[in-house]
């Protein structure tokens, strides 16, 4: 990944920077570590990248403001996303609330957000401080759907594909909207821009969630099966729900039905099963559709600057599971 981003390496050293020193409550210091502990800041980089196919230079500083907040708007949906899994583990560190407490947790959630709308709304740029608002409440109508759709067996794709969406893809989605649009690209790049984002954040969670069942705590970094502890069926357990026949499906989700969370014995058989009927490949299939989606739409004769840096990106999130 640090190959990858290197041509926006100095700006984003910059955007680190900055957020730092915006972190001047003694309390958000606390935070610094989930910042700085080998996170990809791959959100960032998709703001600054975004900007090169447009007046780079003269919007440079705007779009490192921009960058520092998207970076406090994913950092604060971390920590609260690891209040809703119960995670233990985050890049390798205690989550901040296992670490602090989850009454300081939620308010240094609370604390990062308006801390970015902060930031956003001295750009003086209405349409980023509107668009950044409803992406946020893109954002959480994702977690709520997700959170209702709790230990549901039946749950279908096309539900999982709504929850990744609007949790995940929307945001990497902006990054790259909102980076064009800032400096100024044609509004085709601009389009094209988002979809590389929508369709590459589709992509990279589908991975992840293939990742929580493949691999291993210490490698991966954070902790594995929680959002199946909680009920929360990736697209991986919704294929091997659907490939299996009804006693073995009723037998291997009886915990789920009953609305319990699986111990690990059965976490554990369950994604041995994922592995087995093909469920994971299958979930590897659907991501790569997504990737081939993303790549499609970023060519240099499209005004797309530094489209091979793209191309990386989208392979990579393929990458990640060999």
Partial sequence: MKQILRPVDRDLAHVTERVLASLQHPVARQAVYLITAGGKRLRPALVL???RS???KARQQALIELATAVELI????????DIIDGSALRRRQPT???RFGTERAVLMGDYLYSLAFS??????????????ADICQQMSCGEFLEVESRFDVDATEAQYLQV?????ASLIAACC????????????????LSQFGWNFGMAFQIMDDCLDLMGQEQTVGKTLRSDLDKGSLSLPVIYLAGALPIGRREALFAPLRRHQSPDRLALARIARAARRVGAITQALHTAGRFVRRATDVVAERDGVVLADTYQRLARYAIARVH
Wanted: no cysteine.
């Fill in 74 to 81: 994913h950092t604060a949906t971390l920590i609260h996303d």
């Fill in 49 to 51: 990248l975004a900007g």
């Fill in 96 to 98: 901040f609330h296992h």
């Fill in 54 to 56: 447009g007046r780079y």
């Fill in 177 to 192: 909207h909102l980076g064009a649009s800032v400096a100024g690209a044609k509004p085709d790049t601009v389009e094209r």
């Fill in 164 to 168: 990744v969406r609007d949790k995940t």
């Fill in 119 to 132: 930031i956003l709304a001295k750009l003086h740029e209405a349409y980023v401080t509107t668009f950044m």
